[in-house]
């Protein structure tokens, strides 16, 4: 049982460029959300999903999209990385079945926008 | 919407010491409360919640927490705090008619030896 796994691990984007990270949990776990770190400020929700095919928006979507195809994986994407969206990025998962929304966190993934 | 306050930002303190880091939060309907941890070099994990029932919340490491509705608030306390307690807490809030989790801008604790 791997929990949540976040690739890559370390990634340098010059600014314009796209990418995605990648994020999979094996908890069979309905809810997945992704947060920013920033010194100072927390953790701040990007974009969130209660299940297969469905997303919405968190506090800082902007920059970011987000799809939902299957229970496992829930990838995050930068259409056009800007020096701003360097950070820390953490990928979460929690079962919904009890509605407690306790949340296992994956490693991270730390991207630097030049 | 709802949102998360942490009073302290950096907190020092000596081995030994008692620990109350505060977090209020401003929603008015039925939340559920939350404190992580995030230690040097590692990611995020539970220290106690608060779903129902009893205010008074225990957790791992010796932690506990108190939910007191009336001030919106979920302190963390320890009685007596190591030096492996050096971490970063954060203290988050999910309003139940919503499926958002909304963290708090953390603590920074640094305990002496």
């Known amino acids: 049982n791997a929990g949540v796994t976040q690739t890559p691990k370390f990634q340098v984007l010059k600014t314009g460029q796209s990418m995605t990270l990648q994020c999979a949990q094996d908890m069979n776990h309905e809810y997945m959300s992704w947060y920013r770190q920033d010194p100072g400020m927390g953790l701040r929700l990007i974009h969130y999903s209660v299940g297969a095919g469905i997303t919405d928006q968190g506090e800082v979507p902007n920059g970011y999209n987000v799809s939902r195809s299957t229970t496992e994986d829930f990838p995050l994407r930068l259409l056009s990385a800007a020096p701003s969206q360097t950070s820390v990025y953490f990928c979460a998962s929690s079962s919904l079945a009890a509605l407690s929304y306790e949340q296992y966190f994956g490693p991270g993934t730390r991207l630097t926008v030049t | 919407a709802q949102s998360v306050s942490q009073h302290n930002h950096h907190v020092i303190l000596s081995e030994a010491a008692s620990l109350e880091l505060g977090c209020n939060y401003s929603?008015?309907?039925?939340?559920?409360l939350f404190w992580y941890v995030q230690y040097p070099g590692q990611h995020l994990q539970l220290l106690l919640k608060y779903f129902s029932g009893d205010p008074l919340v225990k957790g791992i490491k010796g932690f506990e927490a108190e939910f007191i509705k009336s001030k919106f608030s979920f302190n963390l306390r320890k009685p007596s705090v190591q030096w492996s307690d050096t971490a970063e807490y954060f203290c988050a809030v999910n309003a139940r008619r919503d499926d958002k989790i909304i963290f708090g801008k953390g603590t920074r604790l640094h305990i002496l030896p």
């Open positions: 929603y008015g309907g039925t939340v559920n």
